[in-house]
């Protein structure tokens, strides 16, 4: 096993075991173990760098949760700053064609590509309802649909997990 694997099993031990708390601890905000995730965040960002896709989607993910953040007003004032470096990871990732990266630039992305891919995503549900399912009411949006959304802004589809 790689370094990145052992790294990015590591991350998701400490996803796993946060959710677990957080599960059993139903309060408002329930802080992360930001020693750890601040660790991680530094062990995952070489990789991520240098294109592991994988370690670039934790890196996002740690940094859009404020999962190194000490408190809910921490976290509340470095989320504009953090979802912007999320951002940029999600754009890399949907330019790869990973299709999770692309519904989080959608849904929580923000600048002018997050824009364009909200555009493209409103004009694909107009054209093609027929990708679009339903749920009580609520629109569900499955895998062909992500996966035409990527075609059409990246000209690509690979890999749905990591």
Not at 120 to 127: D, S
Request: charged share 25%; with cysteine.
């Amino acid at each position: 096993m790689n370094n990145s694997q052992t790294i990015y099993d590591r991350y998701e031990v400490a996803m796993r075991v946060y959710a677990e708390g957080f599960a059993a601890e139903t309060e408002e905000w329930h802080r992360p173990d930001v020693v750890e995730f601040s660790e991680l965040l530094h062990l995952l960002k070489p990789y991520a760098e240098s294109g592991d896709m994988r370690c670039q989607y934790a890196v996002a993910t740690i940094l859009w949760l404020g999962r190194c953040c000490e408190s809910e007003e921490q976290m509340a004032a470095s989320q504009a700053l953090a979802c912007e470096e999320a951002t940029n990871w999600w754009i890399v990732l949907a330019k790869q064609g990973f299709t999770p990266a692309l519904d989080n630039l959608v849904t929580s992305g923000v600048g002018a590509e997050a824009q364009r891919a909200r555009e493209a995503w409103r004009q694909l549900a107009r054209e093609r309802s027929e990708l679009v399912g339903s749920s009580r009411g609520m629109p569900v949006y499955g895998p062909e649909f992500i996966e035409e959304l990527s075609m059409r802004l990246y000209g690509r589809v690979i890999a749905d997990a990591v």
